[in-house]
Nanobody
Framework: QVQLVESGGGSVQAGGSLRLSCAASGYTDSNYYMGWFRQAPGKEREGVAAINRRGWISYADSVKGRFTISQDNAKNTLYLQMNSLKLEDSAMYYC????????????????????WGQGTQVTVSS
């Protein structure tokens, strides 16, 4: 069982930056996919960015050029650097992992992930 613990959320003004972290444990260095997802009140959970073991990356169009996903394999930690934050980025952000093969077009589909953290809140204000 994979354990995921997010941290780094908070409140920031529009245009500001935050870095989220996700500490992972309970899995071997096998094929994996890890991603950041978010869910705002009244909206469906959506994919933000995902990365695989080889470092290949997928971003949602809404965050391209502003957010950067990265991983530190030595620390088993996933990061999401969020710059130029907008009001519409406000949401609960979740880290998720999947240990079986996943086609690239589904990397940002939350239904394809079966290991989730508890989430960390990001609030962007004007």
């Amino acid at each position: 069982q994979v354990q995921l613990v997010e941290s780094g959320g908070g409140s920031v003004q529009a245009g500001g930056s935050l870095r989220l972290s996700c500490a992972a444990s309970g899995y071997t260095d096998s094929n994996y996919y890890m991603g950041w997802f978010r869910q705002a009140p009244g909206k469906e959970r959506e994919g933000v960015a995902a990365i695989n073991r080889r470092g290949w990356i997928s971003y949602a169009d809404s965050v391209k050029g502003r957010f950067t996903i990265s991983q530190d394999n030595a620390k088993n930690t996933l990061y999401l650097q969020m710059n130029s934050l907008k009001l519409e980025d406000s949401a609960m952000y979740y880290c998720a992992a999947r240990l079986s093969l996943l086609s690239y077009e589904n990397w940002l589909n939350p239904r394809e992930y079966n290991n989730w953290g508890q989430g960390t809140q990001v609030t962007v204000s004007s």
